[in-house]
């Protein structure tokens, strides 16, 4: 990832983005943080978040008009929060000392003429920056007309307690001054800046043009006027409406640009974003319950402890994280995508030797682009990962452990063993070529064959064949070089057969088909056999529950026609439909996709576990790795193809449990030896001694071994080897046997003991760690 | 982790000798690893026992993963 692409990625994701009510103050005071310390009955830290950005927060706090409620996100849902009081309340609790820090000094004489709230805004911003300040006021103290505000709202003690503060921070304070032009220009001439407070001034005229309001006219967006080193602010009350806040920005304004000034840097850059703003953050409010604003029982006195935190518990702490809120991997990280995605930026530039964190998480994306459906800017985290697993594996850091199994299990599918390409049995020509995908083949071999009788029972012109994988599991391995390989044979086949249209069983197939080989035109077997018609056999499965849940593969997503037609093939085999939460535009993965389970199989395994509970009814599915993923999971579930297509009358295919990858490939198997046989050939694989092993293994050695993905392939070749060199270990107490094998890069041990003419398999485990040698 | 248990409960099928405790060398990745483990050295046989590939060594393996 190039840090332009970074900045693209973390631009899409608004999770960062200031919640409304700070995007609405004009001082962007962390609202929603004050409200959760306050949840947390944390009067002090809610006080110390106010402190933090607000200007002499006792007066402040009292008095602010808060515009932030306006635009609250509780507001149609009971009310915005009540921000103001509930400030009223915190600077009226805070007892402890309100210690203001000042920054290391600063050799820069400011002048602040005139000490309203916009004046002593700029003086207090200016000396907790450490600058010197003085400050001119033509009155006899500071503060302006704050002292015309009622007592009630804002009690004298207070403000002269706040405006103390000035003098504790060291301002050199002037009251009662004449002003006029010769002791402004007297000032200007001793002070490297003056912040003029328009308030103040009361008709003194300082010789500066005045705008159509008849004050001093200011640049709005940093406060300077013509005259060079006098800036100005405040007066806001004389347009009409009185906004504290807004005038303490007025004064804050010019604050800063007089801090630039003595940092020589430029005033008015990247300032747009100051005073308030339109919010970019999303909150989806939907699932949240009206709950209506509290009102202080005395609201001379305001809220009480008890109320406070009411009244702060409604507030949402608004924030995005919708993608997050549906899925596991998402969640399990702890973040969100913006964050991900400096993660994955730094983990490809991190120095040698240290730990990429992120190697695993990278891998553990299913790629179901869920988020980008849900996501209000189209975050698609599976783009971002898949392009991740290419500069892993550009960097040589990719484990192999990550993606090997199923990238053998996919040169598997497009070897000897199950690739196959041939016109239909006794015709010359192929209108049609079935593609009926190495998963389905592996997970419903007989009902594969009979769904291929049936469509050229139904479809004229030829309906040839082809076997093999579609390249997905190299696709999300990010091995460009295999994926390619495998669209070429696919390509290249279909050129030579006179490019006939593609019949899919598999949503995954059919979109890489249509990604990647654009040029073949394909349709959906559920398709053809909803306008062909059902076959005879269709529906004669006993179902014990006649309502079913429909599990749609995520690649399905983007196709609701062909999940219509799901549903329409199964209400005509007289099954009712109870959707799930998650159907249609936003089902998640079972964990196969993305090659989730092969990085993460804990987690591939909890993403499973959390969508068997979402629902008691059996689940239908239509993608084989669904069902296959489901059902070892222990959920009833069956795909349509074993209802279509029963192989045995009466069966209850919801019942028929798990596979191995071993029975997958044998599967796969069956599937070509059959069709061979019609056409009168052979399957011309050699077959190897080891595999005339006769093997027994109890059903849960069985689940072990496929959950520790050795095959049974694995386990022959280990006894046949130790069996054939006797290189073997026995135990005293059992007299069963140990042996081990490394064929390639995993380590395979297999425990077993003879029995009749064949052995029986107790055990099997596997590692990755190479075994070197032994010390002689 | 003491693997003398396994070396007295297995012995070597190929000679018939018993198993004895010899440092075994690992690589993965870019990483090495080594471990006292029951073995034979006469036949160049060792025996790496399950808890130990469930244990340390698939954590030593998630470890190189992420170097
Ligand atoms: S609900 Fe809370 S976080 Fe959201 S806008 Fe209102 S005050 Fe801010
Ligand atoms: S698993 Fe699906 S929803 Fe989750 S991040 Fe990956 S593509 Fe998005
Ligand atoms: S849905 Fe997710 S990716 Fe999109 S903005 Fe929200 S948190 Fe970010
Ligand atoms: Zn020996």
């Known amino acids: 990832m190039e840090k332009n692409e970074l900045i693209a990625w973390e631009n899409k994701c608004i999770q960062e983005e200031s919640p409304e009510c700070t995007s609405a103050c004009p001082l962007h005071v962390d609202a929603r943080l004050f409200l959760k310390e306050l949840q947390r009955g944390d009067w002090d830290a809610a006080y110390k978040v106010l402190s933090k950005t607000m200007p002499l927060p006792g007066i402040l706090g009292r008095i602010c008009d ?12 009971g009310g915005p929060i009540a921000i103001g009081t509930l400030e009223k309340f915190c600077v009226e609790k805070f007892a402890g000392k309100k210690r203001v820090q000042p920054l290391p000094r600063k050799n820069h004489r400011i002048a602040i003429v005139g000490a309203g709230l916009a004046g002593v805004t700029a003086a207090w911003d200016l ?9 001119f006021e033509p009155g006899d103290r500071l503060g302006g007309y704050l002292w015309d505000l009622p007592e009630q709202l804002l009690p004298r003690d207070v403000l002269t307690e706040e405006l103390s503060i000035l003098e504790i921070l060291k301002a050199d304070i002037h009251l009662g001054i004449r002003l006029d032009t010769t002791l402004f220009d007297q000032i200007c001439g001793e002070y490297e800046a003056v912040i003029v407070d328009r308030d103040s001034l009361q008709g003194i005229d300082l010789s500066l043009p005045l705008d159509s309001d008849g004050l001093i006219a200011i640049d709005p967006a940093t406060g300077t006027t013509v005259r060079d080193g006098v800036l100005a602010g405040g007066g806001t009350r004389f347009r009409g409406s009185f906004s504290p806040v807004m005038e303490t920005l007025e004064g804050r304004k010019p604050a800063l640009s007089v801090e630039r000034m003595m940092q020589k840097v430029g005033l008015g850059f990247g ?9 970019r953050l999303y909150t989806n409010v939907e699932e949240i319950a009206s709950v209506p604003r509290v009102f202080p029982a005395d609201s001379a006195r305001g809220y009480t402890e008890e109320e406070t935190l009411r009244e702060a518990g409604r507030c949402i702490q608004c924030e995005c994280k919708e993608c997050v809120k549906k899925c596991l991997f998402l969640e399990r990280y702890k973040g969100y995508p913006k964050k991900y995605a400096r993660e994955i930026f730094n983990n490809e530039r991190i120095l040698l030797g240290a730990a990429h964190q992120y190697n695993v998480f990278t891998n553990s994306c299913s790629t179901c ?38 990238l053998d299990d996919m040169a598997f599918s497009n070897g ?28 419903a071999p007989g009902e594969v064959l009979s769904s291929y009788r049936h469509i050229r029972e139904r479809l004229s012109g030829g309906v040839g064949i082809m076997l093999g994988c579609c390249g997905a599991p190299a696709f999300w391995a990010g091995r460009d070089d ?10 290249t086949s279909w050129e ?34 909803l306008e062909s018609g059902i076959p005879a056999s269709a529906g004669k499965q006993c179902s014990a529950t006649p309502t079913v849940s429909v599990v749609d593969p995520c690649a399905s997503r983007h196709d609701p026609v062909g999940q219509k037609n799901i549903r329409r093939i199964l209400q005509s085999l007289g099954m009712e439909i109870d959707e799930l939460p998650l159907s249609g535009e936003t089902p998640e993965c079972c964990g196969y996709g993305g090659l989730m389970y092969n990085a993460n199989p804990t987690l591939a395994r909890d993403v499973v576990e959390r969508r068997t509970t979402a629902s008691d009814n059996d689940y239908l599915a239509y993608c084989a790795m669904c069902r296959d993923n489901f059902a070892f999971a222990g959920k009833r579930i069956s795909h349509i193809i074993e209802h279509l297509f029963p192989t045995v009358e009466g069966a209850d295919p919801a019942a028929r449990g798990w596979i191995s990858w071993s029975e997958r490939r044998a599967g796969r198997v069956r599937v070509k030896e059959t069709i061979l046989r019609e056409l009168g050939e052979k399957m011309d694989a050699q077959s190897e001694e080891y595999e005339k092993l006769n093997l027994t293994m109890s059903p849960e050695v069985r689940k072990r071994i496929d959950e520790r993905r050795i095959l049974e392939e694995d386990i022959r070749k280990v006894i046949y080897r130790a069996e054939s060199t006797g290189k073997k270990m026995r135990s005293k107490e059992s007299g069963n046997y140990l042996a081990y094998l490394q064929p390639a890069n995993v380590t395979y041990w297999v425990e077993y003991v003879p029995e009749g003419d064949g052995f029986s398999v107790l055990n099997a485990y596997c590692h990755r760690m190479k075994i070197v040698g032994i010390k002689k | 982790m003491n693997f003398s248990q396994e070396a007295t409960a297995w012995i070597c099928a190929s000679c018939g000798g018993s198993l004895e405790l010899t440092k075994v060398f690992f690589s993965y990745m870019k990483g090495n690893f080594e471990v006292d483990l029951p073995a034979c050295p006469a036949c160049d046989l060792v025996l790496v026992p399950e808890s130990l590939v469930s244990g340390r060594m698939a954590e030593a393996e998630r470890i190189l993963e992420d170097k």
Not at chain 1, 66 to 77: A, D, L, S, Y
């Open chain 1, 271 to 279: 300032r747009e974003n100051e005073g308030p703003q339109p919010s």
């Open chain 1, 416 to 443: 000897e063993s199950f690739a196959l390409f041939r016109h239909e049995p006794g015709k010359s020509e192929s209108a049609w070529l079935y593609f009926p995908s190495c998963q389905l083949c592996g997970s």
């Open chain 1, 127 to 135: 000396l907790k920056k450490g600058f010197i300040v003085s400050v």
């Open chain 1, 482 to 491: 295999l994926f390619r390989e495998a669209l070429d044979g696919i390509r």
């Open chain 1, 369 to 406: 682009g869920l988020c980008e459906t849900i996501c209000p800017n189209d975050f698609s985290m599976a783009d971002m990962c898949l392009e991740a697993r290419r500069e892993l594996l550009n960097l040589k850091i990719m484990p192999p452990s990550f993606h090997e199994f199923a």
């Open chain 1, 66 to 77: 808060h515009p932030c409620e306006e635009k609250c996100k509780r507001g149609p849902i």
């Open chain 1, 496 to 529: 030579e057969v006179g490019k006939p249209r593609v019949i899919i069983a598999c949503s995954t197939c059919r979109n890489i088909f249509q990604e990647h080989l654009p040029e073949i035109e394909t349709v959906s077997l559920w398709n053809i056999i």
